[in-house]
C-alpha cells in the first residue's frame, strides 16, 4: 500500500516536472511568435512546420556553446547560481492541486503532489527564496552591472513581497484556510446560486494587486529592472554563456507557467468550470477530473498569454516609478483591501 | 513496529540536522568572506525551518522560511554586497583590541564550558496534542490565551518601525 503511494506520488511529480518544462520550452516560442504577432512580423518559421521545433533547437544552441567562467569570478558560487534560480523554479509547483480526485479501478488518486496545511504560505516562502539565485549568480560574476542587476531584483523583490502577502491575507479572510485544495474546492463550479463562486469575483481588488505582484516577482516586463539592457548591459546574467545562461532564462518561463497556476487556482477556481458537475456525471471518475485538469491548463496558457500581452505593450518602469508603485500605491491598497475585506464579511 | 522505526528514524534525522545547524554557524563565523558568511547564515536558517517541520510547527516553519530566508537575509545580502566589503578596506584592529578580545572571549568560553557541565539532560517533553504548531491551533492560542502579549509585542514593532521612519528621514529636513 505505501508502496503504492509512494509510486503513484512519483510518477505525478515527473509529470508535473515534465509538464513544466514542456511548458516552459514553448514558453519561450510562444513568447517569440506572441511578439512577432504584436510586431507585425512572422516570427521563428524555419525549424520545422510554423517553426514548432524552434526551442528544440535553441535548447542544442544552449548546450553546444562554450561555457565561460570569468577569471576573477566566484566559481562555486557562479554555479550556485542559476542552479539555485532553476530549482525554486521548479519547487512551487507541489502544492497546487491539478484536479479533482481521480478513481482509477478501485484507487483514489489524488491530483496534487502534497496538501500541505500551508500550501499558500509555501508558495509564499518559494517566491521569497527564488531571489537568492539571481542574487548569488551576480555577485558571483565579479561585474559591476551584474551586482546592479543583482541588487535591484532584491530590492524589488523584498518590496513587492509585502503588497504580496497583504493581498493574501484578504483572500485567506474569505476562505479562511491556506490549504490550496481546500481553496480551490471552495470554488466548485462557477455560480452557487447567489453569485459567482471563484475567488476574483469576491475579491477583485484583490487579484489586481497580486497579479501585479506576481509579474514583478517573476520579473517579468514591465518589473523587469534586474535585466534591463538598456541600463545594465544584461542585468544579473551579464556574464553568463552557455547552458548556465539557459537555466536563468528558463526559470523566467517555469515561474511563469508556476505563477499563472497559482493566480488560476486561487482566484479563477484552479481546476473548476461552470457545469462541471454535469460533465463529471457523463464521464465517470476517472475521466471527468481529467476535463477539469484540462480547464486549468486552459487557463494557464491564458494567463502566459496575459503576460506575453503586457509584456509587448507595456513600456518597462524607472526604477523610482517601481518602488512609488510598490511602497504607496500597492501596499495602500492592500490594507484597504484588508479592511474593506473585513468590514463586508462582519456585516454580511 | 512501525512507530518505532518511525522514531528511530526521527531521532536520526534530527542529530543530521542539528549537526548540520551547528556545522553551518560555525562556518558563518570562521568563512572570511562576509558575503559567504551570510549564505552560510541563510544555511543556518534553512537547517532550523528543518527542525520545526520535525517538531510538526508547519507553520513556525514557513515563517521561519519567508521572514528570515527570504526577507531579512535577502536584506543582510544586500548591504553587504553594496558594501563590498574586503581585506583591503577592512581597517586593522590596534594590538590592545586584540589582547582583550581574546581574553574576553576567552571568559565567554569559561563560562559556557562550566554551564555545559552544571546542565543535567532533562526529560524529553512529551506534546500533549500532536497538532500544536499547526495553524489553527497556533491561531487560537495567539488570538485568545494570549492576546494581550501579542498586541503588546505588535505595539513595539510599530513603534520601531515608527522609529526608523523618523531616522530615515531626518537628513531631508535638514537639508
Known amino acids: 500500500m505505501e508502496f503504492a503511494l509512494i509510486a503513484q506520488k512519483f510518477i505525478l511529480i515527473v509529470v508535473i516536472f515534465g509538464i513544466s518544462l514542456l511548458a516552459a520550452m514553448y514558453s519561450t516560442y510562444a513568447e517569440r511568435k506572441v511578439a512577432a504577432f504584436f510586431q507585425d512580423r512572422v516570427g521563428p518559421n524555419r525549424a520545422g512546420p510554423l517553426g514548432i521545433l524552434q526551442p528544440l533547437a535553441d535548447g542544442a544552441k544552449m548546450f553546444m556553446k562554450e561555457e565561460i567562467i570569468p577569471t576573477r569570478a566566484n566559481p562555486f558560487l557562479f554555479i550556485v547560481g542559476p542552479s539555485l534560480a532553476i530549482m525554486t523554479a521548479c519547487i512551487g509547483s507541489a502544492v497546487i492541486p491539478w484536479g479533482q480526485q481521480m478513481v482509477i479501478g478501485s484507487t483514489v488518486v489524488d491530483l496534487q503532489v502534497t496538501d500541505i496545511n500551508v500550501g499558500v504560505l509555501y508558495i509564499f516562502g518559494v517566491v521569497s527564496l527564488g531571489v537568492y539565485g539571481i542574487m548569488i549568480g551576480g555577485w558571483a560574476s565579479n561585474n559591476k552591472y551584474s551586482l546592479l542587476g543583482a541588487i535591484r531584483a532584491a530590492s524589488q523583490n523584498i518590496s513587492y513581497e509585502i503588497a504580496m502577502g497583504l493581498s493574501i491575507i484578504a483572500l485567506l479572510m474569505i476562505t479562511g484556510t491556506l490549504s490550496l485544495r481546500d481553496i480551490t474546492a471552495q470554488q466548485h463550479g462557477f455560480w452557487n446560486g447567489h453569485w459567482f463562486t471563484w475567488n476574483v469575483f469576491k475579491q477583485p481588488l484583490g487579484f489586481l494587486l497580486f497579479m501585479v505582484c506576481a509579474f514583478a516577482e517573476t520579473n517579468r516586463s514591465p518589473f523587469d529592472l534586474p535585466e534591463c539592457e538598456t541600463e545594465l548591459v544584461g542585468g544579473y546574467h551579464t556574464e553568463y554563456s552557455s547552458m548556465k545562461l539557459g537555466f536563468y532564462l528558463f526559470a523566467e518561463y517555469i515561474n511563469m507557467f508556476v505563477s499563472s497556476a497559482v493566480m488560476a487556482t486561487l482566484y479563477f477556481g484552479g481546476y473548476n468550470y461552470p457545469f462541471m458537475d454535469v460533465v463529471n456525471a457523463h464521464l465517470g471518475l476517472t475521466w471527468g477530473p481529467l476535463v477539469g485538469t484540462l480547464v486549468l491548463f486552459i487557463k494557464i496558457v491564458a494567463f502566459i498569454f496575459f503576460f506575453m500581452w503586457v509584456r509587448w505593450t507595456i513600456p518597462r518602469f524607472r526604477y523610482d516609478q517601481l518602488m512609488d508603485l510598490g511602497w504607496k500605491i500597492l501596499i495602500p491598497l492592500a490594507i484597504v483591501n484588508i479592511v474593506i475585506t473585513g468590514l463586508i464579511y462582519n456585516f454580511k | ?175
Open chain 2, 1 to 175: 513496529m512501525r512507530a518505532k522505526d518511525f522514531v528511530i528514524i526521527q531521532m536520526s534525522l534530527f542529530y543530521f540536522i542539528a549537526f548540520l545547524s551547528i556545522l553551518f554557524a560555525l562556518l558563518v563565523i570562521f568563512s572570511k568572506n562576509p558575503v559567504h558568511s551570510v549564505l552560510y547564515l541563510i544555511l543556518t536558517f534553512f537547517t532550523f525551518t528543518i527542525h520545526y517541520i520535525l517538531l510538526n510547527a508547519q507553520f513556525l516553519a514557513v515563517v521561519n522560511f519567508i521572514v528570515y530566508m527570504g526577507a531579512i537575509m535577502v536584506l543582510f545580502l544586500f548591504v553587504i554586497m553594496l558594501l563590498n566589503l574586503n581585506k583591503d578596506t577592512e581597517p586593522v584592529k590596534k594590538a590592545v583590541v586584540k589582547i582583550a578580545s581574546v581574553v574576553g572571549g576567552g571568559c565567554l568560553l569559561a563560562t559556557i564550558v562550566a554551564s555545559v557541565k552544571a546542565l543535567g539532560i532533562s526529560e524529553p517533553v512529551v506534546l500533549k496534542t500532536a497538532d500544536l504548531g499547526l495553524v489553527k491551533h497556533l491561531g487560537k492560542v495567539l488570538f485568545g490565551e494570549f492576546l494581550l502579549p501579542f498586541e503588546v509585542s505588535s505595539l513595539l514593532l510599530f513603534s520601531a518601525m515608527v522609529g526608523a521612519v523618523l531616522l530615515a528621514t531626518k537628513d531631508k529636513s535638514n537639508a
